[in-house]
């Protein structure tokens, strides 16, 4: 396989919403259409606030799908890189285009001057957690969220 790695563009809407019902699948969510079309939005935008997106192709087809965002951080006055959304499709794991696509947020950090980049995963994350504990580092760090 020759993966290449390259921005998310209009017309890949149809193939990138797949990809990101296969994503959000994985983690036992759904979202709203409404969702879809912010987040679409988001990320095709010109502001340097909003995710980016990136997409990785094998032989022209699209395999698999990253999200990243840049914020700030009262640690580094640089800011931050959170990969936040990380997708390669089932038949075609194992190729290299987790890692790839992983790699490219790495180069989009280093562009822009901003070079930690993290991301989470689940517990049961086992297949890509082997590649994780590879191109990134284990941290003792327990998420919390907002109590409904």
């Given amino acids: ?31 709203p ?3 879809y079309d912010a987040t679409f939005a988001a990320l095709l935008s010109d502001d340097p606030h909003s995710p980016f997106g990136l997409l990785a192709e094998d032989e022209g087809k699209v395999i698999g799908l990253v999200h990243y965002l840049f914020h700030a951080h009262c640690w580094r006055p640089e800011g931050i890189c959170y990969l936040q959304d990380l997708f390669v499709a089932p038949e075609a794991r194992a190729c290299g285009a987790g890692r790839a696509l992983i790699e490219a947020v790495y180069a989009a950090a280093d562009a822009r001057g901003v070079p930690n980049v ?16 590879r191109i990134g580092a284990f941290t003792p760090f327990i998420k919390y969220v907002r109590a409904a």
């Fill in 1 to 31: 396989m020759a993966i290449t790695i390259r921005p998310l563009l209009k017309s890949d809407r149809p193939r990138w919403a797949e990809l990101w019902q296969g994503y959000l699948e994985f983690y036992e969510t759904t979202l």
């Fill in 33 to 35: 259409t409404e969702v």
């Fill in 118 to 133: 993290y991301w989470m995963t689940q517990d049961f994350n086992t297949t890509a957690r082997q590649l994780y504990d």
